[in-house]
DNA sequence: CGTCGAAATGTAAGCGCTTGCATTGTGCGT
DNA sequence: ACGCACAATGCAAGCGCTTACATTTCGACG
């Protein structure tokens, strides 16, 4: 089936155009530079082919892309969505496009994702959280490619990071649960392994117990995957052990809306009979009833000024400076006062 | 700051193993066809190299990327995210690479990044719906991208299409709407301009009560983009109206749950005040209280056939077939019989 | 009108890769 | 030991674009 299409080049709209390539290339790009009648000549060769400039040419001649890639972990959920979302609007608004892919949460498939869009060409790269192999920094230094970290903070990392502090966070919220009476707490967390934002949660709580003379052992602590779902079975698998909480702490919203859903299966009332809270403040924190206590994470003022600065990285106007940002606590209905 | 990157190219990789780049490619690329001395070699050279291939060289001299573009209008709420999810998995079992990127629901962005997406050298093309621009598929049919529709099924469709009849869904629903007793019904739908799934949804109910003897002009619609907030807001401006139905049907299960919170917060209860329909049967569906009565669609499903028939049509092997799919109701507790 | 500098344009050398074709190496039958 | 078929490799021509540098054009000014 080997059907003859006329994919439009360069040397076509020249032709077409009756001038050089070197005209047109600067017609599509710098077009200051050229005079509005041949602008005009080409602006409708163009237009009559319908060309399309072929990227990968473009790249390898420019070494340049305005291409930004983006690895999150997931996509599934909303939790990466929003911060996202206001990431690309600005890279967009500076002239640059965004390539996101995912994980799932492996470090595998991350190294891969990261060759993927190097490959591509991409001239910055947006990663989430710090805690990953040392031969992907390696690599990434080797390579030159700027890259920012978000989702996180760390004052030593290697590379620059902007976020909030996640154990401080997490650990403010526990204050609060602890101040309204409660002293049995269940944790429900992120998978740890490879995760920084999910271990430095938990120590958060732990760190808080400890402050009140509390044991962090006496806790019980199930990792789950962030599934709705599989925060429901680690709900329940926490609430029939022998030590029953007054009140789950969830690593995040997904899982805590899963909780809640299994404590209403399981006839428990939110919050009479158990508080849960969760982390992230996504949308789904209001739409379950009750609403979800949980930490406000300052989502798109993280993105857009990641975006802001990998520009700059990119543009080499900075080589990169950290940025923490503030978290917020959200105290709402599945939280309650113990009596 | 201009630092000087070793950017290891597979001429380096050639000299380091010291065999010729055609040599190297052939081991990147069929290392059946090379010896295992010289692909020890090669293999050792990239390693120590640490080289990734540059993607554009490779597109531009090999003329195909292994890519599938997809573009959907919004990733901001899951409509299309199992289903996507479901087309990628696929797809990357296949050996193909997934881009996606968004429109926010406007054709012009659409175009736009059809264009980006054929540059950036995209095999085939997986697009939602099959209303749009004739201009846009001159330019897909000049290029010969191969393309599918997927969300929409159309028999006279220029391009194949995967997936259900929005309409006969909708009005299936709206049948069973209509015998549990209901005789006034509002509708929230999405924006229609442009977006042949909305319209097709409004015609299914419109269908619906006609064929009762209803005047489906009797009934109150309102436009809405795809938000809870939005949804939300319209609902209100329909209860409000002179007209009060006693079910309100929804575009999606998002504008649904909209009009779930605000019926809550208008202290209209659900089902027993005002019913409440949907439609995707998305995760939220059934994390709202009461559950949503929905049209529950084959996401995965759809998106695994997409997958697999636009890989057949980039390999040619296929031409493209269109395929109907069945979707089938969720009655759940937001919907309940009149008395 | 001639001159000169700036603006506009053209020329052509790559960018890093794949692949058809030519060449070399290998193992086998006789 | 010789020749043959075939596997393994090398050579080099592009793929479509950008851009440094060379050349032409043009208008302003003396």
Known sequence: MPSTHIIPTLDDVAKAAGVSTATVSRCLNTSEKV?????????????????????GARAMAAKRTFTIGAIIPTMENAIFARGLQAFQETLYANGYTLLVSSTAYRPDVEAEQIKALIARGADGLLLIGYERDHSIYKYLERRGVPTLIAWAFAQDSALPTIGFDNRASMRALCDKVLDMGHKKIGFISGIIAGNDRASERLQGVKEGMRARGLDPNDMPVCESTYEIENGANAFETIMQGAYTPTVVMCGNDVLAVGAMQRAHEMGLKVPQDVSITGFDDIELARIVSPQLTTVHVPHREMGSRAAEELTRMVEHVSTGVSCQLDSSLRLRGSLRVLD
């Open 35 to 55: 005079s509005e009648r041949s602008r005009l000549k080409v602006m409708k060769a163009v237009e009559m082919l319908g060309y399309t400039p072929n990227f």
